[in-house]
C-alpha cells in the first residue's frame, strides 16, 4: 500500500478520497460522525497543515455542515471542528495531498 492515514491503507489517492467521499455522504447535515467515522477524520485531520489552528483549544466532536466558503467550494458538505469552547471551524478532505507516500522497505 502507498499511503497510510491511521489503520487505512491505500493504494491511491483516488482511493482515500473516495473513502472521506463516503464517510461525509452518508451523513446529513449537522450530523455527527460515528466514533468509527470520527477516528478516520481525525486521523486525516494530522496531516492538514493548520491542525494545531483547527483543533484550537480542544475538540468536542466533528459534524458535516455545509461549507459556505468560496475557496472550498460553496455548498459542498465538509468536515466541521466543533470545539470544547462551542467554535467551530471547518477542514476538508482536499487534506490527503498532504499525506506522503509509504516508504517501501527492499
Same mark, same amino acid.
Given at each position: *500500500?502507498? +499511503?497510510?492515514?491511521?489503520?487505512? /491503507?491505500?493504494?491511491?489517492? %483516488?482511493? *482515500?478520497?473516495?473513502?472521506?467521499?463516503?464517510?461525509?455522504?452518508?451523513?446529513?447535515?449537522?450530523?455527527?460522525? =460515528?466514533?468509527?467515522?470520527?477516528?478516520?477524520? @481525525?486521523?486525516?485531520?494530522? #496531516? /492538514?497543515?493548520?491542525?494545531?489552528?483547527?483543533?484550537?483549544? !480542544?475538540?468536542?466532536?466533528?459534524? @458535516?455542515?455545509?461549507?459556505?466558503?468560496? =475557496? /472550498? !467550494? #460553496?455548498?459542498? %458538505?465538509? #468536515?466541521? $471542528? $466543533?470545539?470544547?469552547? !462551542? =467554535?467551530?471551524?471547518? #477542514? =476538508?478532505?482536499?487534506?490527503?495531498? +498532504?499525506?506522503?507516500?509509504?516508504? $517501501?522497505?527492499?
Amino acid at each position: *500500500m502507498k +499511503y497510510t492515514i491511521g489503520t487505512n /491503507h491505500f493504494n491511491t489517492q %483516488k482511493e *482515500m478520497d473516495n473513502h472521506y467521499r463516503e464517510i461525509i455522504a452518508k451523513y446529513d447535515w449537522g450530523e455527527t460522525l =460515528s466514533p468509527e467515522d470520527h477516528i478516520d477524520a @481525525i486521523e486525516l485531520l494530522q #496531516f /492538514h497543515p493548520d491542525k494545531e489552528e483547527k483543533i484550537g483549544v !480542544g475538540l468536542d466532536h466533528i459534524e @458535516i455542515r455545509r461549507n459556505t466558503r468560496e =475557496s /472550498h !467550494g #460553496f455548498n459542498t %458538505k465538509c #468536515f466541521f $471542528i $466543533i470545539r470544547v469552547d !462551542g =467554535s467551530d471551524i471547518d #477542514f =476538508s478532505k482536499k487534506c490527503i495531498q +498532504y499525506v506522503p507516500k509509504n516508504k $517501501i522497505k527492499l
